[in-house]
Every structure is written in C-alpha cells, then in structure tokens.
C-alpha cells in the first residue's frame, strides 16, 4: 500500500509558477512510476505527466510541454511538478499516482487526494 500526499497548490495570476508536491508514505516509492493528472470542473480527469522510477523517462501531455517540468527524489520518497507560464487553462485538481505495467504506466494504482490550482487571468 502507498499513500500519497499532495501539497503546494493555490492560486496565482497567469503567467506564475507553482511547485506541486507529492509525499509517499512507502519505502517502495523508487519501485514505482509516477504521474500528474488533473480534472477540471465538469471534465474527465487527464494525464499530465510521468516519470520512470530512475527518472530517465519522461513524458508530458502536448498542452503542459516546455511550461511543466516532473522530477523525483526518491531518497525524500517525493515527486514534484514544478509549473511555469500558467494559463487559466490550467486551472483543476491536480492528483499524482503511483503506477505499474511497464513503461508508460499501464495503471495507475494508489492515488492522492489532490491539490487544487486556480489560475486566474
């Protein structure tokens, strides 16, 4: 079982930063592969980012490439999402998950609770 904290979510102007967070609890974390998602208000939940265990791989949905930047640290049992350049756009719930089934992530199976993101213009 992991568990998965979110932290570093708010509210900023367009064109700010936010550095999201993710805390596992589990001394498996660099086992896993991790990822972002996010919903919006009255839209599905959507892949963001994710990272490999090492961190070697990476891979970003096209709307977040060259603004969003995924990284981990797996002695803190932690991974980031540090954000640039937001646009209203990006305003949702932001959720990270653990995941499994090679490279990418087949599934995603411990997920956070989420941190939400306000962007305002």
């Known amino acids: 079982q992991v568990q998965l904290v979110e932290s570093g979510g708010g509210s900023v102007q367009a064109g700010g930063s936010l550095r999201l967070s993710c805390a596992a609890s589990?001394?498996?974390?660099?086992?896993?592969?991790m990822g972002w998602f996010r919903q919006a208000p009255g839209k599905e939940r959507e892949f963001v980012s994710a990272i490999s265990q090492s961190g070697s791989r990476i891979i970003y949905t096209d709307s977040v490439k060259g603004r969003f930047t995924i990284s981990r640290d797996n002695a803190k049992n932690t991974v980031y999402l540090q954000m640039n350049s937001l646009k209203p756009g990006d305003t949702a719930v932001y959720y990270c998950?653990?995941?499994?089934?090679?490279?990418?992530?087949?599934?995603?199976?411990?997920w956070g609770q989420g941190t939400q993101v306000t962007v305002s213009s």
């Open positions: 589990s001394r498996t974390f660099s086992m896993y592969p």
């Open positions: 998950a653990a995941g499994g089934g090679g490279w990418p992530p087949a599934q995603y199976m411990y």
